[in-house]
């Protein structure tokens, strides 16, 4: 309830193809953007969580959560998602940008001889939204930002699910009085899984990369990754 999002309130209700020749109530502009509360979101989820403290060298954690989330706007900050339909927001109503259905994360740790220990996280979940746009302005409303083809409801498609685990391992060295140093490494994505980012999909229907993932900076998402350190507590 009461989520942000940008309206055009320069336009005619019963006349908004001003690429046809509609008129502006105010003709000495063309778009006038006004940012209001009346969009909707609404989220619902179950959570599970099974945990076991840490006891006999074993500790562990598992969730799993079943989630949708719904709204109006992906972007209440972005004057790029204005509604489809000016007067008529409730029409662009589908899954958020960040609806995941099933997610579960299981994270753990094992201490083993000779002071050793080794945690890990394993990250799985099923493939989030991402936009279909038509890339022109088909209501000629002066926006193509959130047009999409006949038919089409707002974030239909999915990108591919995800899967990922990190890893590390750690030994303690007692050094002289309280000085301890400790050995770290640590694996990110160990099994080298690509997962692709659903915020770098080609989203403009009819193009070369429409459907198609991209790179991404984002470090959940990139190839194996594995680093050495040495921390020193006194």
């Known amino acids: 309830k009461n989520?942000?999002?940008?309206?055009?309130?320069?336009?005619?209700?019963?006349?908004?193809?001003v690429a046809a020749?509609?008129?502006?109530?105010?003709?000495?502009?063309?778009?006038?953007?006004?940012?209001?509360?009346?969009?909707?979101s609404e989220y619902k989820a179950l959570l599970l969580s099974l945990t076991r403290r840490f006891h006999r060298n074993v500790g562990f954690q598992v969730s799993y959560t079943l989630a949708k989330s719904m709204n109006e706007a992906d972007d209440a900050g972005s004057i790029a998602d204005v509604p489809s339909n000016m007067f008529i927001p409730k029409v662009d109503w589908g899954p958020t940008l960040n609806?995941?259905?099933h997610l579960l994360v299981s994270s753990g740790t094992?201490?083993?001889?000779?002071?050793?220990?080794?945690?890990?996280?394993?990250?799985?979940?099923?493939?989030?939204?991402?936009?279909t746009?038509?890339?022109?302005?088909?209501?000629?409303?002066?926006?193509?930002?959130?047009?999409?083809?006949?038919?089409?409801?707002?974030n239909s498609r999915r990108a591919k699910g995800i899967s990922k685990l990190d890893l590390r391992l750690s030994r303690s060295?007692?050094?002289?009085?309280?000085?301890?140093l400790e050995g770290i490494l640590e694996f990110y994505n160990l099994l080298n899984r690509k997962n692709y980012d659903p915020s770098r999909y080609g989203t403009v229907i009819g193009s070369r990369?429409?459907?198609?993932?991209?790179s991404s900076t984002s470090n959940f998402f990139q190839a194996r990754q594995g680093q050495a350190a040495f921390r020193l507590t006194f």
């Not at 502006?24 to 778009?31: E, G």
Request: aromatic share 10%.
């Open 3 to 17: 989520q942000y999002h940008w309206r055009d309130i320069n336009l005619f209700e019963n006349c908004q193809n």
């Open 173 to 180: 060295f007692r050094l002289a009085g309280r000085a301890r």
């Open 21 to 40: 020749g509609c008129a502006r109530p105010d003709p000495r502009y063309t778009r006038i953007l006004q940012y209001s509360t009346d969009a909707e």
């Open 99 to 101: 609806d995941q259905r």
């Open 209 to 214: 990369t429409f459907d198609q993932p991209g």
């Open 110 to 131: 094992v201490a083993l001889p000779y002071s050793f220990r080794v945690s890990g996280i394993f990250t799985a979940g099923t493939g989030m939204p991402h936009k």
């Open 133 to 154: 746009l038509a890339g022109v302005d088909l209501n000629g409303d002066g926006s193509s930002e959130q047009d999409r083809p006949a038919g089409v409801t707002r």
